[in-house]
T-cell receptor
């Protein structure tokens, strides 16, 4: 158990809908990262927050947004869902941001868009 | 260009034998970190080992060791004394010192340990 929690574990929804994925980082970790794992794209970085502020953006679609709250939990919002958004979404956390700080991953949320 | 290349899509290894998973990377940044993660069939990503670009010694963590050859830009993972529980997908990842510390992942290598 990495100490990072993600809810829900599974989500099935229809095209055009909106969903919210939730992540609670390990106790004391200030940095939260979101990744998407799909069969065709592999593991891709989406966005990073550090202590409530957006730090870096990767291949995140405009239909997707995220935020980190004062209690450091984070939410990833996916809207106008398409079939291609079906993937495993991971949240990871690290105590600080920096080269040497390993990221601990949550169990992931498996999103299926039908 | 691909930052991380894992050329072995799948490997079989006999229980109790060692296995080496290849990883090459591409960066012009002198400061970077290399990571290996394990993803069992249950889906979670488990951190295994870390190597910094300035580290003089190869990293080791229990049965895992990282064969770091900086000039060749390779960071191969060696798993010694394989166990059935080592069957999983293994990902090599890199973090570069450019201010955002995301991980760039390779495509992964599936390891199947045979009894």
């Amino acid at each position: 158990d990495s100490g990072v929690t993600q809810t829900p574990k599974h989500l099935i929804t229809a095209t055009g809908q909106r969903v919210t994925l939730r992540c609670s980082p390990r106790s004391g970790d200030l940095s939260v990262y979101w990744y998407q794992q799909s069969l065709d794209q592999g593991l891709q970085f989406l966005i990073q927050y550090y202590n409530g502020e957006e730090r870096a953006k990767g291949n995140i679609l405009e239909r997707f947004s995220a935020q980190q709250f004062p209690d450091l939990h984070s939410e990833l919002n996916l809207s106008s869902l398409e079939l291609g958004d079906s993937a495993l979404y991971f949240c990871a956390s690290s105590v600080r941001t920096g080269i040497a700080y390993e990221q601990y991953f949550g169990p992931g949320t498996r999103l299926t868009v039908t | 260009a691909q930052k991380i290349t894992q050329t072995q899509p799948g490997m079989f290894v006999q229980e109790k034998e060692a296995v080496t998973l290849d990883c090459t990377y591409d960066t012009s940044d002198p400061s970077y970190g290399l990571f290996w993660y394990k993803q069992p069939s249950s889906g979670e990503m488990i951190f295994l080992i870390y190597q910094g670009s300035y580290d003089q010694q190869n990293a080791t963590e229990g049965r895992y060791s990282l064969n770091f050859q900086k000039a060749r830009k390779s960071a191969n993972l060696v798993i010694s004394a394989s166990q059935l529980g080592d069957s999983a997908m293994y990902f090599c990842a890199m973090r570069e010192g450019q201010g955002d510390y995301k991980l760039s992942f390779g495509a992964g290598t599936t390891v199947t340990v045979r009894a």
